[in-house]
């Protein structure tokens, strides 16, 4: 067989020009050359574990969590995931933003099980580098951003170390274990990779309101487009807050997912963030990406992702005998939170004393959070210290824009943030149903990096 093949690729030669013949051949050991190349790369990102070679453990000198990290399994990889409440009008008024989501994936590059764990953003936890000064725990990138060393005018510089401050946080809060990687959007990017993906079917539990009472979604089976999905996992006007909140962002990723992977479109994640990466901030490389879109399509089904929320009650009060003004804060559940590590990572951590605030002064409203954060917070445990806003230039309040023509009918609870939340387990099944029917930096050379551009154009083209 091979020699007819053989003889009449022969035949076909001889009768063309020499030009000709020179064009063909040397495009036949392109294609011999980048299939093989190409064969090479896939199973090079094929290789999950390989990509992620040495795990970033942090630098926290504490002895506790120095313990904890060195104690970590390297075959667990730990991605932060941050939702910051920054839009375009909203860059316009303020320069410091905080996140409204904050979540951990945790993935067993072995077997694939996968966890999710949503850490409410009031939560009251140490901000790194702060001498164990206490704070919500989405304040850290403000403390970062204003005190973390950087000059006044270096935004960038003061950038880096807001995000070193809120990674750092996040693994404190989790008694150390080790934040490796971070990825961070805002507003705008969740609407336009939804609506990039072709958009999510899901089933609505309950109507979802805006602060202002104004009918946000309907409940029910529906496709939401970018703008719907954003709106679903903002929306908080419900008796607990953002513990239901919460869970509404840990179901929908989980429907989304489901959904991306039954539609063999998993793989095109990397094309997705080419297309944002501008309002995408990550550390993870170009060739990580690829590889985790990978890893996931092929190895993690929706059965193998666990949901958590770190448990929390509600508290008001104050951090600071001195403060004349009280606010709103989530407290630890000490045993929860380690049992939650021990179940998840495998790890024993203490179990610290519950956090206690100060009692509100006389007449204090308990529902005006309105001023935080305090204009003179002090220094948790360093009563009378003066140290300024954390957050200034920041807005007070996550803003919902008025939208005439949508429903003003009102919310059914009332508009607080936080409340006591339920029992730390996984969430079930959200009730979805399923619709029928620039270059990396990984490359070390020029035939690599050609390679890497030749397999991404097949990728995403595929």
Known sequence: MMKKVYTALKRRLAAMSPAKRVVLISALVLVLTVSSAGAWY??????????????????????????????????????????????????????????????????????????LVSIPRDTLVPIYNRRGGKDKINSAYSYGWKYGGAPADDREERHRLGMKYQVETVSIALKGIPVHYYVSVDMEVVREVVDILGGVWYNVEQP???????????????????????KYVRGRNYSDGDITRIKNQQNILLAAFDQLKKANKIIRLPQVYASVRKNVETNLSTEQILSLAWFASQNIDKSDIGTHVLKTSYAYGRLSESWTQSYSYLILDQKARAKLIKEIWGIEVGVDPTDELFPPLPAEDPSDD???????????????QETGDPAEGEPAEEEDPAEPGESGEPGPGDTGETGETGENKETGDSGEQEKPGESGDSAQDTDRKTTHRVVLVCIFAG
């Open 42 to 115: 896939l199973t090079r990102l094929g290789n999950v574990e390989n990509m992620f070679p040495d795990l970033p453990a942090g630098e926290d000198t504490d002895p506790d969590i120095k313990s904890v990290r060195e104690a970590f399994d390297n075959k667990t990889l730990n991605i932060l995931l941050l939702g910051f409440d920054r839009n375009e009008e909203r860059g316009e008024k303020y320069e410091v933003f905080r996140p409204d989501t904050i979540m951990v994936v945790s993935i067993d590059l072995e077997t694939g099980k996968t966890d």
């Open 370 to 384: 309105s001023n935080w954060p305090p204009a003179d917070p002090g220094e948790y445990g360093e009563p009378g």
């Open 208 to 230: 979802v309101y805006n602060n202002r009472g104004t009918l946000w979604l309907k409940a029910g089976y529906q496709h939401l487009d970018g703008d719907k999905f954003l």
